[in-house]
């Protein structure tokens, strides 16, 4: 008897894996985004992001069919199309199972100084007002506008001061009231000496080594939050080999921060003059600007700056990239910026390396925050000793300070570095608002502690906070009275940071809701809120899980008795 060994035969799809792309679909993105055949450039995968937010802003949504055919368009795999497009918070990613979302969205700010102005009571009447197939009421972190509290946005338009009547008729007319942004045009900063410095640098009167020492003699340091100083930060990018980049971060996200917004809106150019300065410092041969979303009218604003200076030959057309993010606050992350801005999900990378020295396309990359960035042609123009002179309590320089919360003149202050939360409100803030007795305050917003109005006379700067278990941050201040309940406070301060964690890591990821959930519970177990603290603290990869339990941390400190007496058990 014969054996026939038989080869198995090969078979081959006729067709790539997954569901069928229509070609119409793919027709139709070509149009939107241009033809990736004639312009190999769009397929670029740091474009990602942008050509989401192209679609989302045609479409109001991202269907799956629309995912499909911009992997194909790009070349990049579904599964990484998909991971980006649901991380961020702005994309409305519809399954092929799923009706579109209605045409008009409703975004109500919950931000602690949104809450304070009653934002929960304000969404339920919305969504008590409104026809749920025409229109959907969600909530929204915050969008920058503290001061103007509560906010709600409307498509891509913001109502402040929000009423339930003053959102109802934006919805049921389609009217908005174009955001009025005053902004200083580019001959009128040349005017006033604007650019001298850059063309100075450029041409070789004012040397870099002249420049860093100004500023440390100014004590210029990183206002975003951390506080390193920069003339340190531009050392250490220059002596990395190049090609360089420089990127400027603002997407200040923090809640109670609105101080970059606005600088931007009132004087571009001087942010633009500094940003282009820092990029000569390291050589950079590229500056990329990150925008926060929740900023469309500064997105216009940046765009015709921009423009204004290409025109004027102040910059050569592509060097300056003006990029929009997508509702992240874990991108005011240096780290994850530059995963964002590479269009992949904003995810804080491991140090080391930094990005000093592998930063954006893997290059060393000098990252500054929009105020850092703002003050150079200034403190260069009216000389580092003036910067410098400012300051009380032993303290040099000027904050920056936004202020919201139960205040009468809430916006931004500029004021000495090293004032006192007293001398804050005092000076700046108008006093207390009518029928508020100060309780505590939040020196840096949502990640910088709290603390009891005992200790409103502590100076307010960097270094000055650390051992009370707060730190300044972006100087966001937000202020609590006497009527406000400290669980709900404390609870929403993490329910913000629960939401906004990226998930990579599990003390961060499951740390912060476990907290949230600890502290909705009647009673407060202070031994078991500071250990899983600790370890939050110890094994989190970012500052946004390491400095969670801030908040937690100071009411567990100085509101024993306070707590008590809103019917707060605190145990141990």
């Given at each position: 008897?014969t054996?026939?060994?038989?080869?198995?035969?090969?078979?081959?799809?006729?067709?790539?894996?997954?569901?069928?792309l229509?070609p119409?679909?793919?027709a139709?993105?070509?149009?939107?985004?241009?033809?990736?055949?004639?312009?190999?450039?769009r397929?670029?995968?740091?474009?990602?992001?942008e050509?989401l937010?192209?679609i989302?802003?045609?479409?109001?949504h991202?269907?799956?069919?629309?995912?499909?055919?911009?992997?194909?368009?790009?070349?990049?795999?579904?599964?990484?199309?998909?991971?980006?497009?649901?991380?961020y918070?702005?994309?409305?990613?519809?399954?092929?199972?799923?009706?579109?979302?209605p045409?008009?969205?409703v975004?109500?700010?919950?931000?602690?100084?949104?809450?304070?102005?009653?934002?929960?009571?304000?969404?339920?009447?919305?969504e008590?007002?409104?026809?749920?197939?025409?229109?959907?009421v969600?909530?929204?972190?915050?969008?920058?506008?503290?001061?103007?509290a509560?906010?709600?946005e409307?498509?891509h338009?913001?109502?402040?001061?929000?009423?339930?009547e003053?959102?109802e008729?934006?919805?049921?007319?389609?009217h908005?009231?174009?955001?009025?942004?005053?902004w200083?045009?580019?001959?009128?900063?040349?005017?006033?000496g604007?650019?001298?410095?850059?063309?100075?640098?450029?041409?070789?009167?004012?040397?870099?080594?002249?420049?860093?020492e100004?500023?440390?003699?100014a004590?210029?340091?990183g206002?975003?939050?951390?506080?390193?100083?920069?003339?340190?930060?531009?050392?250490f990018?220059?002596?990395?080999p190049?090609?360089r980049?420089?990127?400027i971060?603002?997407?200040?996200?923090?809640?109670?921060t609105?101080?970059?917004?606005?600088?931007?809106?009132r004087?571009?150019?001087?942010?633009?003059?500094?940003?282009?300065?820092?990029?000569?410092?390291?050589?950079?041969?590229?500056?990329?600007?990150?925008?926060?979303?929740?900023?469309?009218?500064?997105?216009?604003?940046l765009?015709?700056?921009?423009?204004?200076?290409?025109?004027a030959?102040?910059?050569?057309?592509?060097?300056?990239?003006?990029?929009?993010?997508a509702?992240a606050?874990?991108?005011?992350?240096?780290?994850?910026?530059?995963?964002?801005?590479?269009?992949?999900?904003?995810?804080?990378?491991h140090r080391?390396?930094?990005?000093?020295?592998?930063?954006?396309?893997?290059?060393?990359?000098?990252?500054?925050?929009?105020?850092?960035?703002?003050?150079?042609?200034?403190?260069?123009?009216k000389?580092?000793?003036?910067?410098?002179?400012?300051?009380?309590?032993?303290?040099?320089?000027?904050?920056?300070?936004?202020?919201?919360g139960?205040?009468?003149?809430?916006?931004?202050?500029?004021?000495?570095?090293?004032?006192?939360?007293?001398?804050?409100i005092?000076e700046?803030?108008?006093?207390?608002?009518?029928?508020?007795r100060l309780?505590?305050?939040?020196?840096g917003?949502?990640?910088?502690?709290?603390?009891?109005?005992?200790?409103a006379?502590?100076?307010?700067?960097?270094?000055?906070?650390?051992?009370?278990?707060?730190?300044?941050?972006?100087?966001?201040?937000?202020?609590?009275?006497?009527?406000?309940?400290l669980?709900?406070?404390?609870?929403?301060?993490?329910?913000?940071?629960a939401d906004e964690s990226?998930?990579?890591?599990?003390?961060c990821?499951?740390?912060?809701?476990?907290?949230?959930?600890l502290?909705?519970?009647?009673?407060w177990?202070?031994?078991?809120?500071q250990?899983?603290?600790?370890?939050?603290?110890?094994?989190?990869?970012?500052?946004?899980?390491?400095?969670?339990?801030?908040?937690v941390?100071?009411?567990?400190?100085?509101?024993?008795?306070?707590?008590?007496?809103?019917?707060?058990?605190?145990?141990?």
């Amino acid at each position: 008897m014969t054996v026939e060994t038989l080869t198995p035969q090969r078979r081959f799809r006729g067709k790539p894996r997954g569901r069928d792309l229509p070609p119409v679909a793919l027709a139709a993105l070509r149009q939107l985004l241009g033809d990736e055949r004639r312009d190999p450039g769009r397929q670029r995968r740091d474009l990602l992001i942008e050509h989401l937010h192209a679609i989302q802003d045609a479409h109001d949504h991202l269907s799956l069919v629309n995912l499909r055919a911009l992997a194909t368009y790009m070349n990049v795999p579904m599964a990484a199309i998909y991971e980006t497009a649901t991380f961020y918070a702005h994309f409305d990613v519809v399954h092929d199972d799923q009706a579109p979302p209605p045409e008009v969205t409703v975004r109500v700010c919950d931000s602690l100084s949104c809450q304070l102005a009653g934002a929960a009571t304000l969404k339920a009447e919305l969504e008590a007002g409104v026809d749920p197939q025409a229109v959907r009421v969600v909530r929204a972190p915050c969008m920058g506008r503290c001061d103007t509290a509560p906010v709600v946005e409307v498509g891509h338009h913001h109502v402040l001061y929000a009423t339930r009547e003053g959102v109802e008729s934006v919805v049921d007319t389609g009217h908005f009231q174009p955001e009025a942004i005053h902004w200083q045009r580019l001959d009128g900063y040349r005017e006033q000496g604007g650019y001298r410095l850059l063309a100075d640098c450029h041409e070789g009167r004012v040397t870099v080594e002249t420049l860093m020492e100004a500023l440390e003699r100014a004590n210029l340091r990183g206002l975003g939050g951390a506080g390193f100083p920069t003339f340190k930060k531009w050392t250490f990018v220059r002596q990395e080999p190049g090609p360089r980049y420089c990127a400027i971060n603002a997407d200040e996200g923090e809640p109670g921060t609105f101080k970059d917004r606005y600088y931007l809106e009132r004087a571009p150019h001087r942010f633009l003059e500094g940003a282009l300065i820092s990029a000569w410092a390291v050589e950079a041969c590229a500056l990329y600007i990150y925008l926060r979303d929740e900023y469309p009218g500064l997105h216009r604003v940046l765009g015709e700056a921009i423009a204004e200076l290409e025109a004027a030959g102040l910059a050569t057309p592509g060097y300056i990239v003006l990029r929009r993010g997508a509702g992240a606050y874990i991108c005011g992350e240096e780290s994850a910026m530059i995963e964002s801005l590479e269009g992949k999900p904003g995810k804080p990378r491991h140090r080391p390396p930094f990005v000093a020295q592998k930063g954006l396309f893997g290059r060393p990359t000098l990252v500054n925050n929009v105020e850092t960035v703002y003050w150079i042609p200034e403190i260069w123009d009216k000389g580092a000793d003036w910067f410098a002179g400012h300051g009380r309590h032993g303290r040099s320089g000027l904050r920056s300070f936004s202020v919201s919360g139960r205040v009468k003149r809430p916006g931004v202050h500029l004021a000495p570095a090293g004032i006192t939360l007293n001398e804050l409100i005092e000076e700046y803030g108008g006093g207390m608002a009518d029928g508020h007795r100060l309780a505590g305050y939040l020196p840096g917003g949502a990640s910088g502690g709290i603390l009891p109005a005992s200790k409103a006379d502590i100076p307010l700067d960097f270094d000055t906070l650390q051992a009370e278990g707060c730190f300044i941050g972006s100087a966001a201040v937000i202020v609590i009275s006497d009527q406000d309940e400290l669980r709900a406070v404390a609870s929403n301060l993490l329910a913000f940071f629960a939401d906004e964690s990226c998930g990579q890591c599990t003390p961060c990821r499951v740390g912060t809701e476990k907290m949230l959930s600890l502290l909705e519970r009647p009673e407060w177990d202070v031994e078991q809120l500071q250990r899983l603290s600790q370890v939050m603290m110890d094994a989190s990869i970012c500052g946004l899980g390491q400095a969670a339990p801030n908040p937690v941390l100071g009411l567990l400190k100085d509101f024993r008795d306070e707590l008590a007496g809103q019917h707060v058990i605190v145990r141990g």
